[in-house]
């Protein structure tokens, strides 16, 4: 299967699914997705916009709610765009409001067989990390975290609650920013970060997500120095 049909695929699941890439050629599209600059905002190379631009990606934040599934109770969240020139800085920043100690989550959504896409989720959870040693091994794999469109990653402490979650897509989403909101408006102020009620994000419309089997390897290392195989973490704790 060409690099062309594989896109496709990943893009537009449904077969009734009416797509801006159909139509183009492999040259076409590679050269879109070689495009990683819209204005002052820079892509990292994890994901890459509709090729008819629905969304501009753009600098900013808004405010939204997330619907929690067991309680249905409404917990207020803020979502944050960045350029990738300083985006995982800003998620580091903001990972230090959660406390000494975190829980984390690292996330996979895909798997490669053969020429064939397959969808899987890999969620792997540690629990009591002391948060300056998960800061660095997140130092370690921040090529990783940045342009892998099939990684994400969740810190959250749960006596807080609060969540800090690097997605896919990545975007910033704080969960419970309230806890917080000095603390966090300012560290976006810091970065010249704006608030834009009506900004859309590049998850809300087509796009493409990229990535390769060199990321799934560095995945599989990193959950290996996180220990979020439950049986190697009092291994990796022994090494601090």
């Not at 704080?174 to 590049?202: G, Q």
């Amino acid at each position: 299967m060409g690099f062309l049909k594989k896109i496709l695929r990943d893009v537009c699941r449904d077969p009734e699914c009416v797509s801006s890439f159909r139509g183009l050629s492999e040259e076409e599209l590679e050269r879109h997705m070689n495009i990683r600059q819209y204005g002052d905002f820079v892509l990292t190379d994890a994901v890459s916009p509709s090729y008819d631009l629905e969304i501009v990606p753009r600098t900013g934040f808004r405010l939204d709610a997330y619907c929690d599934p067991d309680t249905a109770e409404e917990v207020p969240a803020l979502m944050v765009s960045l350029s990738e020139e300083i985006l995982f800085a800003v998620f580091m920043e903001l990972i230090d409001l959660l406390g000494d100690t975190v829980d984390v989550v690292l996330e996979s959504s895909h798997c490669w067989e053969g020429d064939d896409i397959s969808y899987e989720q890999d969620d792997s959870y540690r629990e009591d990390i002391d948060t300056p040693v998960l800061k660095s091994f997140l130092w370690e794999f921040e090529d990783l975290l940045l342009n892998d469109g099939y990684t994400g990653i969740a810190v959250f402490n749960p006596e807080i609650p609060a969540e800090i979650r690097l997605d896919e897509h990545k975007l910033i989403i704080i969960y419970n920013w309230l806890k917080w909101p000095k603390e966090v408006l300012e560290i976006l102020a810091d970065h010249s970060v704006p608030k834009i009620p009506d900004i859309e994000f590049i998850c809300e419309a087509e796009h493409i997500h990229s990535s390769s089997d060199n990321f799934q390897d560095q995945f599989q290392q990193l959950k290996f120095r996180l220990g979020t195989d439950h049986e190697m973490a009092e291994e990796i704790d022994d090494l601090f």
